[in-house]
């Protein structure tokens, strides 16, 4: 994907254990990032399954990196399913959710630029967490 025009959309989709810190998550997120040639500025937004909602780890990151954390229901990440580059039998039997990382991403990017999402970065694991990078391009006003 080119990206040109308008300044893009991205918004990080994360998955995690419980009890995974701050620390763990940035480590992820900031090698997949460098990785791909992309400014941890540049994101707008961290997104999860609704089991997330009071993670700490996550809490935390997002308030450290002074950016909004929207969580979604298995049900509202459901028909994000196609897209994902990878599907867990594992995700799925504890949450319902084939992908978390992917389809939060994907889910929150296509809200805040009300048009389809597509993913930047597709789904990257720690041994405690998963990473994936949605975009979508603003409309012009």
């Known amino acids: ?18 009890g995974c810190s701050a620390e763990e998550l940035l480590s992820l997120i900031e090698g997949s990032l460098a990785r791909a040639g992309i400014a941890l500025s540049a994101v707008r ?4 399954i609704d089991l997330k909602r009071q993670e700490p780890g996550l809490l935390q990151l997002a308030a450290q990196l002074n950016v909004g954390f929207e969580v979604f229901s298995a049900g509202q990440l459901a028909p994000y399913a196609p897209q994902l580059s990878h599907r867990s039998d594992i995700a799925f039997e504890q949450t319902g959710c084939l992908g978390i990382a992917e389809s939060a991403a994907l889910a929150l ?24 990078l949605a975009c979508v391009m603003q409309k012009p006003r």
Do not use: H, N
Not at 1 to 9: D, F, K, N, R, Y
Not at 109 to 132: C, H, N
């Open 1 to 18: 994907m080119t990206i040109t025009g308008t300044a893009p959309i991205l918004v990080i989709g994360l998955g995690c254990r419980q």
């Open 45 to 48: 937004a961290l997104a999860s």
């Open 109 to 132: 990017a296509e809200q805040l630029g009300g048009a389809p999402a597509d993913l930047l970065i597709t789904r990257q694991k720690s041994p405690v967490a998963t990473f994936a």
